[in-house]
């Protein structure tokens, strides 16, 4: 028996573990892949308060070390399940818990294409920074419209021959300094389009079709339309809203009285690394603190 | 076994070994391929069914190419000099297991 199992081992989870593992209670971290979350992948954190710069591994690493330090166990397993009595099946094992703090954060939203995930690493990315290097002197496309798109796109003109962006007709003004700066790149293309219908290609991707059958040849196409959560498999436990974010009241609780959730996967304004570490502050302290109540 | 870090020129001699060859390309400025360098070592370790070695992309462009790596960190597994299997972004070792097997 666990006094709290944290699902996740991104900064919200194993800041959560950093403060619920100062205490005498047993924790236990559970994670799908590796530490970090998406934060291993950002060359450089910038705006982390005290911090003048760090890279992403780095800081994980750092974050992973320290929770390391207290002794807490962290097992490399896939949440399948949790059940109502807080029961949480793995694909290793069972585990019972007396509280659980959901901290799964979020992954790149897909387009949920055919061919997609099988072209992926083949002319598809959703990470300019990590795979931009390999399209030098090449065409490619960038897909959306947030800050992150058209930061993407920006990147991409120093690296690339071309770069069709398609901001799919939604408004950037929010953006309207990035999007001048995009103005001034000779190489890059805007392209009036709500979406890409399709993708083509024999081994790799070789052409995106737009709406109304346009067709572009590309050697690489980046995804930058947002974030999604992976909170499927707590659906029959848990609130979430039509995205899929859990729903939390106070930022903490979920509507399940034992279940507190941290970071990414719930319902905020602003998701950042200040705001997931925040978060699994005060996730880990709250939960500890109503089961001693 | 130890991990061992392949030149451009050991490339084909390397990979038209007998039997399962896992390589892991990667970069050193890239965060998930560190975090898998770590699960790749702790697997050479207790395996003896397959070689293990790592090619930093931006030292073999050309290699990198011919196999059309856009993304790392990637996984190549051949076996008997084939190209079998191609595993694409951070995986965990469960995954890293089942890709060798």
Known sequence: MYDVIIVGAGPAGLTAALYAGRTSRKILVLEAKAYGGQIIKANKIVNYPGILEISGFDFATHLYEQVKQLGVEIKYETVNRIDEDLTVHTTKSIYQAKSIIIATGSENKRLNLPRENELVGKGISYCATCDGSFFKGKTVAVLGEDKIALEDVLYLADIVKKVYWIPRNKSEKENQKLVEEIKLKDNVERIESQTITSLLGEDKLEEIELDQNQRIKVDGLFIAIGQSPKNEIFKNVIDMNEDGYIVSDDGVHTSHPKIYVAGDTRVKTLRQLTTAVSDGAIAATTAIKEMED | ?101
């Open chain 2, 1 to 101: 076994m130890e991990v061992k870090e392949i030149k451009e020129e050991e490339w084909e001699s390397i990979i038209q070994q007998t039997g399962k060859v896992l390589v892991d390309c990667y970069a050193v400025w890239c965060g998930p391929c560190k975090m898998i360098s770590p699960m790749i070592d702790e697997l050479a370790k207790k395996t003896d069914t397959c070689k293990f070695y790592k090619l930093n992309v931006d030292e073999a462009e050309e290699i990198a190419m011919n196999y059309g790596i856009n993304a790392i960190p990637t996984l190549l597994l051949f076996e008997d000099g084939e190209l079998k299997k191609t595993s694409v972004g951070l995986i965990s070792p469960d995954e890293l297991e089942e890709l060798i097997k």
